[in-house]
């Protein structure tokens, strides 16, 4: 990838720049939970957004995308707001780095990348990430703390990028760290890095290529009505409720909230038990609490879709560890733990089953637990 966007600077811009990455994220359990205040448990994965960059003395930002052959450009000020949603992602970066009275010059920028879109594996994350940790190099002498870079990607989504998103993808994108999961409290954010390798068992994604889009989607619909529960029982996120106090107010709550917020507060516990699970290598746990985290997405929370559902059945049936939907959902993937002597029969009888009922084959993705955003040399 960096030789491919090496010829392309240099077509282009005729000067040698410098290179950035910047990764995709899986998520073994937690879903939705980020905006609640809750935990999340993801990681880096080794599908990437790179950039090739360079500083070019103007006031102005040209940008190139590879991979879409579109080529524009534009200024820093919160006026120049591109036409075309790809660059907002990068405009929105410059801007929230700005905002934040740091430095940003007129750049010059080609990138691509192999994390594939609308599978849910956050690659308008990788992308704000990887703007925004070499904002930081170029011009900020990397005084941008880390995580003030995982905000601003975070913020560029709300306010450029219609995503009223949580913490979780543009965190585990700069965080990341190869072989490791990270348990992220999202109300206090601190983490804890777990090493994961589990001994006979192999992590995969399942693709069903329905194409999930979070922008106009009803994610920040569910949000919302966390934020009403949240309002009626008086706590400040459904991460200081509990059962009991959503029961004592089900009469002021619609059916609808209702259902979402008994979602949130059961995967709150959920990514706990996972963590200890793991922790004594009982993945058997840790896969009960996957298809668990399914059927609430898919019944309560109802972010799930038929194809989403139907791969979550035949992991079921072929005897797989733990299976469940993964991400904002609306489409894309299921994240599988299967154990190794159990992987190509799951596989094959995946993409023959899926192929049979949708005309089409799901993509298979190993899942191999990467490092984060990164200058690459
Ligand atoms: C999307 C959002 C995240 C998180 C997940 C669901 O990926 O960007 O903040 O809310 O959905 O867990």
Known sequence: MKDKLRTAFIERFSSNPVFYASAGRINLIGEHTDYNGGFVFPGAIDKYIMTAININGTDKVRLYSVDMNQYTEFGLREEDKPAEQWACYVFGVCREVIKRGFEVKGFDAVFAGDVPLGAGLSSSAALESCFAYALNDLFNDNKISIFELALIGQSTEHNYCGVNCGIMDQFA?????????MRLDCRSLEFKYFPFKPVGYKLVLVNSQVKHELVDSPYNKRRESCERVAKTLGVETLRDADMSMLEAAKA??????????????????????????????????????????????????????????????????????????????????????????????????????????????????????????????
């Open 252 to 377: 002021q709550i619609s059916d609808e909230d209702y259902k979402r917020a008994v979602y949130v507060i059961g995967e709150k516990q959920r990514v706990l038990d996972v963590c200890e699970a793991l922790e004594k290598g009982d993945y058997e746990t840790v896969g009960q609490r996957m298809y668990e985290t399914h059927h609430g997405l898919s019944k309560d929370y109802e972010v799930s879709c038929e194809e989403l559902d139907f791969l979550n059945d035949v992991a079921k049936e072929c005897g797989v560890t733990g299976s469940r939907i993964m991400g904002g959902g609306f489409g894309g993937c299921t994240i599988n733990l299967v154990k190794e002597d159990l992987y190509d029969t799951f596989v094959q009888t995946a993409k023959t089953k899926f192929n049979e009922k949708y005309g089409i084959e799901p993509i298979i993705i190993d899942v191999v637990i990467s490092d984060g955003a990164h200058k690459v040399e």
């Open 173 to 181: 994108s700069v965080f990341g760290k190869k072989d490791c999961l």
